[in-house]
């Protein structure tokens, strides 16, 4: 469900439509901004910011770069001028570190 909605958003961030109405900012797209950082800053209350830090440097500006900027496998690939496999084994591979620390401890 993270995931989907995750990508529904960043899909309309990128679309035409979102360019295209895309106003100067106001006192409403301010309060927007506060709340986002908000709800980011309750995700690293839980450890995930801290536990990303645990992991190998190259998994971790992977998972960075995808989960944190909003990057692609694709993006990250051409930023990091690597293969797409490996792009891909290393998010997976973090992904699996980080479900094992989580399955570890009770949040």
């Not at 995931?3 to 895309?22: C, G, M």
């Not at 797209?29 to 309750?42: F, G, H, K, P, R």
């Not at 496998?73 to 930023?79: F, G, H, L, N």
């Not at 998010?91 to 949040?107: D, S």
């Amino acid at each position: 469900m993270l995931n989907i909605s995750r990508n529904t958003a960043l899909n309309f961030l990128r679309s035409p439509h979102f360019f295209e109405k895309s106003e100067i900012q106001n006192s409403e797209s301010i309060v927007y901004t506060e709340t986002v950082q908000t709800e980011l800053t309750e995700v690293n209350y839980i450890g995930v910011g801290e536990t990303v830090q645990k992991l190998d440097p190259k998994l971790k500006q992977v998972i960075h770069l995808i989960y944190f900027l909003g990057y692609t496998q694709q993006e990250v690939s051409e930023k990091l001028n690597l293969p797409l496999g490996t792009v891909k084994t290393r998010t997976r591979t973090a992904l699996q570190q980080l479900r094992v620390y989580f399955g570890q401890h009770n949040f």
